[in-house]
């Protein structure tokens, strides 16, 4: 199989989306994720979210996938990827979460995913975010890398009145990660990008078993697990 400079392919998944490198670049280096990995202790990573964080009983979850291909990529055992996803939360209950599920861990890197209830159950966005500008300020007084994840681009994300509200929390969350000098992990761009310039459509990227289109099917997940993995292990180089 040829692959286009710039993308990867699993190689027994012909048809799949492409994953461009624009989509996978980290802005940041991730200096402790970095450092953790050459020592000899565990390497811990707590995976912050909602319900794509959390899974659901259809949809293996990313984060499990996530610590699959990171022990893959790294030949390491010890990299464990913490779930503490809970569903129908936005970052106004996740920071109530942060000392007993991230900082307790201790870990060298922490995903957090957020934005997609803020849409979906009509929050107030500058209030959430507010509350993401809050939790990144927490979380830059800790020894740790973080990388923001926005929303998935997903049919419930896209009606009429949604769409605007997608764009802006999208918006809100990159400007957020810029201030803060994080990265973002760009699950939106990257799913819009599948449907838009490989035709890949929303029945594949859909879970089938939900009613309301929201969440990702175990196909996409799979693939956004692929692409963070080559996101996150791209970015340490820069700090090693």
């Known amino acids: 199989m040829v692959l286009q400079e710039g993308s ?11 994953i461009p490198a624009e989509f996978i670049t980290f802005k940041y280096p991730l200096q402790r994720f970095a450092a953790a990995l050459r020592s000899k202790e565990p390497v811990r990573i707590v995976a912050m979210g909602s319900s794509s964080t959390a899974g659901r009983e259809d ?25 503490r996803g809970r569903g129908r939360e936005e970052a106004n209950e996740e920071l109530l979460r942060f000392d ?18 803020a849409v979906f159950h009509d929050y ?6 507010a509350k993401i500008a809050e939790g990144l300020v927490r979380l830059r007084q800790y020894p740790v ?10 049919t419930a994300m896209l009606l009429d009145d949604k769409a605007d509200a997608s764009d802006r929390i999208v918006s809100l969350i990159a400007g957020a990660a810029g201030k803060a000098g994080v990265s973002v992990f760009r699950r939106w761009a990257l799913m819009r990008h599948w449907h ?22 175990d196909w996409s997940t799979q693939r956004v697990s692929i692409a963070l993995c080559e996101a996150i292990s791209k970015a340490p180089a820069a700090a090693i």
Request: net charge negative; proline share 8%.
């Open 8 to 18: 990867i392919r699993m190689p027994d998944q012909a048809g799949d989306g492409d």
């Open 196 to 217: 838009v310039q490989n035709g890949i459509s929303f029945e594949r990227m859909l879970d089938p078993g939900d009613p309301d289109k929201l969440h990702q099917s």
């Open 100 to 117: 007993a599920d991230i900082f307790a861990e201790k870990p060298s890197l922490v995903i957090w995913q957020v934005g997609t209830n």
């Open 59 to 83: 949809v293996v979850a990313y984060p499990g996938r996530l610590e699959l291909y990171l022990r893959r990529k790294y030949n390491n055992p010890r990299i464990d990827v913490i779930n």
């Open 145 to 154: 890398d973080v990388v923001m994840m926005d929303p998935q681009y997903v």
């Open 124 to 129: 107030n966005l500058d209030g959430v975010a």
